[in-house]
């Protein structure tokens, strides 16, 4: 299958760029301008699909909704207004369709089985500040790491992949998931304590 | 890894981690088919519709209801019992119409007659057969002017002051005086009657006077 590499700038949405996504969105949704769409698209689809991925731990599933996502904004972006958050709308549309995916699933607090985690090409590079060594430790953990993100629990998932993928705060990921943000601080707290105790037993292993 | 030399991992080592996971070694890919059916449909989505704007919509309400006030003007909705408005009027009218008539232009020849026949008399002229004979003699009469309630009305100063001068010109009689000269007497009689009831400030000379007083004839 033909796959093309989610960018990883991605991520770094809503830093500075000459037109914010809220202009963007805006003059797409009022004259139809599919170049502000296709900056919009470009701008988040790493960390769209990302979220989706290790929310899901499918690929075909995550795909599936990245594109039911992508598809809703294309359909509701009359409804879209410049005083909400781009950003906020996407990741919303994204979490309300993982919601409706899970109870699809029967799997409303179900612990999603570890996700598969790429392998690192034998060529691929090492980081040139790193040793050999500590760059294979490095990328060691970060595949354990995302193992452990696996199989936290679904809101505790939400909560920080909301937080590393989205960028957002505790009241956004309160808004977005529909719960107080006490909730939100103690499902982070959960989830940081349960990946920390992972990765230092598989450390110390 | 030597334990003595692992960083703690606190938040900030968790995210840094996290974020070593967005390499290309880590970072999931689009299906290229997805991401063409995305864009495509992106690019394929109908345009909105152009919305008029705000003032325009306010003017379009605000001609509506002008609109509409103008047809609940023009036809009014029919009610069962007057409204307040109407009650006042009525009253106001029948306290005109409680008050004395205009004395006769005989006695002051300058005042006004009333411009309108009262209604009793221009019922009658209209029903009975001493109207229908009055007009009949008026417009027999070739000197006489037309018989028409507006013409008396226009004329009846003058008409009044020459009446009081002689009795004999007056040429509101002279369809009357015809009739006799045709010695058709009854009828000049009755529409001599209607005549009299009709009009103000006729003046009768003893001829006339006579066949008004005189009984009516058998037909």
Do not use: C
């Not at chain 1, 929310?55 to 992508?70: K, N, S």
């Not at chain 2, 509101?172 to 009657?193: C, Q, S």
């Not at chain 2, 009768?204 to 004839?217: K, Q, S, T, V």
């Amino acid at each position: 299958m033909n796959r093309i590499v989610a960018d990883s700038a991605s991520h770094t949405a809503g830093t500075v760029h000459a037109i914010t996504d809220e202009a963007l969105m805006h003059r797409y949704a009022q004259t139809g301008e599919h170049a502000a769409f296709d900056s919009l698209y470009r701008r988040y689809r790493g960390s769209l699909l990302r979220y989706l991925h290790r929310h899901t731990g499918a690929p075909a599933t995550a795909d599936e909704l990245f594109q039911d996502v992508w598809l809703a904004i294309v359909r509701s972006r009359e409804g879209y207004r410049p005083s909400a958050s781009f950003r906020s709308w996407l990741f919303t549309l994204a979490h309300n369709r993982l919601v409706d995916h899970y109870r699809k699933q029967g799997r409303v607090r179900a612990v999603i089985a570890e996700p598969r985690v790429d392998a690192p090409p034998p060529d691929a590079p090492a980081p040139e500040s790193a040793t050999p060594h500590a760059a294979g430790e490095q990328r060691e953990l970060a595949a354990r790491l995302l193992q452990l993100i696996g199989t936290l629990p679904q809101e505790q998932r939400d909560a920080f992949l909301l937080k590393e993928e989205g960028g957002f705060a505790l009241e956004e990921i309160a808004r977005i998931t529909g719960v107080g943000p006490e909730t939100v601080k103690s499902r982070l707290r959960y989830a940081l304590a349960k990946l920390r105790e992972g990765l230092e037993a598989s450390h110390g292993s | 890894m030597d334990p003595e030399n692992r960083t703690p991992l606190d938040e900030a080592t968790l995210g840094a981690l996290y974020a070593s996971t967005r390499d290309e070694t880590h970072t999931p890919v689009v299906d290229a088919a997805i991401e063409a059916r995305i864009l495509a449909a992106a690019r394929t989505a109908p345009r909105r519709r152009m919305r008029a704007a705000p003032w325009a919509s306010a003017a379009v309400v605000v001609l509506a209801l002008g609109v509409a006030w103008q047809v609940v003007r023009v036809a009014p909705p029919e009610r069962t019992a007057p409204a307040p408005f109407e009650q006042s009027a009525t009253a106001e009218d029948m306290a005109v119409s409680r008050q004395a008539p205009p004395p006769p232009a005989a006695t002051s020849p300058a005042a006004p007659l009333p411009a309108t026949v009262p209604p009793a008399a221009a019922i009658a002229r209209k029903t009975t057969t001493a109207a229908r004979l009055a007009d009949e003699a008026a417009s027999s009469a070739e000197s006489a002017p037309a018989f028409s309630v507006g013409l008396v009305a226009a004329d009846a100063p003058a008409v009044a002051g020459a009446a009081e001068a002689n009795a004999s010109t007056d040429p509101r009689l002279d369809g009357v005086r015809a009739l006799l000269r045709e010695g058709k007497r009854e009828e000049a009689r009755v529409a001599l009657a209607a005549l009299r009831a009709r009009e103000t400030g006729l003046v009768l000379d003893a001829e006339l006077e006579a066949l008004l007083a005189a009984p009516a004839e058998p037909r």
